[in-house]
């Protein structure tokens, strides 16, 4: 592995990490602070938005604060990076997911990992998860390729926090998410016999998302390396310098 993605592997990791974090955390924070679930709700989803567009900004000039398996692969669809690249981005983005969700139970004393029991298994979750993740990778790649990719931040965070309320399932929309959520008995938990499902909604909602922006934006390879936000794939390489004027 190169310095160079090396450094992004670790942007990645710890990205995700915080992600989950602000997940877990803020749902376990939310369960006891009120006993209503409506509330619950908002709370998670305004800490998980917010977090996210502050984690983008802090992480995306390094890796380009991908946090997503299906956004790295669609990337790799569009050639925004090899195939090599998006198989460390996915480890990383697990590994970190793990580790944060651990770092959030041990914030509020509890078991570091504690299986979840929450089922989450019905077609309707299921269908909410193919919207979910659909509509996130529509706005990623929408964003960039209209070429406003300083607001990518903000139009992913704002997309995540209604989609917590617009869709069934409270918008997973992340396979290395769904994963890591499994090690937490809390609010945000979702218990391991659910998550095949859920992972193969999302990657079918990033197949049809991947397909429509093939339609709108035929020339999306252009910006791909842009995605999420841009960054230097080789911040190590020797640049050329501007010719000095002869004195």
């Given at each position: 592995?190169?310095?160079?993605?090396?450094?992004?592997?670790?942007?990645?990791?710890?990205?995700?990490?915080?992600?989950?974090?602000?997940?877990?955390?803020?749902?376990?924070?939310?369960?006891?602070?009120?006993?209503?679930?409506?509330l619950q709700?908002?709370?998670?989803?305004?800490?998980?938005?917010?977090?996210?567009?502050?984690?983008?900004?802090?992480?995306?000039?390094?890796?380009?604060?991908?946090?997503?398996p299906v956004?790295?692969?669609?990337?790799?669809?569009?050639?925004?990076?090899?195939?090599?690249?998006?198989?460390?981005?996915?480890?990383?983005?697990?590994?970190?997911?793990?580790?944060?969700?651990?770092?959030?139970?041990?914030?509020?004393?509890?078991?570091?990992?504690?299986?979840?029991?929450?089922?989450?298994?019905?077609?309707?979750?299921?269908?909410?998860?193919?919207?979910?993740?659909?509509?996130?990778?529509l706005v990623?790649?929408?964003?960039?390729?209209?070429?406003?990719?300083?607001?990518?931040?903000?139009?992913?965070?704002?997309?995540?926090?209604?989609?917590?309320?617009?869709?069934?399932?409270?918008?997973?929309?992340?396979?290395?998410?769904?994963?890591?959520?499994?090690?937490?008995?809390?609010?945000?938990?979702?218990?391991?016999?659910?998550?095949?499902?859920?992972?193969?909604?999302?990657?079918?909602?990033?197949?049809?998302?991947?397909?429509?922006?093939?339609?709108?934006?035929?020339?999306?390879?252009?910006?791909?390396?842009?995605?999420?936000?841009?960054?230097?794939?080789?911040?190590?390489?020797?640049?050329?310098?501007?010719?000095?004027?002869?004195?």
């Open positions: 592995m190169t310095v160079s993605l090396a450094r992004r592997a670790v942007a990645e990791l710890v990205g995700t990490a915080l992600l989950l974090v602000a997940v877990v955390g803020s749902g376990i924070a939310a369960a006891r602070l009120s006993p209503d679930v409506g709700l908002l709370e998670n989803a305004a800490a998980t938005a917010a977090a996210l567009v502050a984690i983008i900004l802090a992480v995306g000039p390094v890796s380009g604060a991908h946090l997503n956004v790295t692969l669609a990337d790799r669809f569009f050639g925004g990076v090899s195939t090599r690249e998006a198989g460390v981005y996915v480890v990383a983005q697990v590994v970190g997911g793990a580790l944060g969700v651990v770092v959030a139970n041990l914030m509020f004393s509890l078991p570091a990992v504690e299986l979840s029991t929450t089922g989450r298994s019905t077609g309707g979750l299921w269908l909410g998860e193919v919207v979910a993740t659909f509509g996130l990778l990623v790649f929408g964003v960039v390729r209209s070429g406003r990719t300083g607001i990518a931040p903000f139009a992913v965070g704002a997309y995540i926090g209604g989609a917590y309320f617009a869709t069934s399932s409270t918008s997973f929309a992340n396979p290395a998410v769904t994963l890591a959520r499994t090690l937490s008995d809390t609010f945000a938990g979702i218990e391991p016999a659910s998550v095949p499902a859920f992972v193969l909604a999302q990657l079918a909602g990033a197949a049809l998302a991947v397909a429509v922006v093939r339609v709108l934006y035929p020339d999306m390879s252009g910006a791909a390396g842009d995605v999420l936000v841009p960054h230097d794939n080789d911040p190590d390489a020797i640049r050329p310098q501007p010719d000095k004027e002869l004195s």
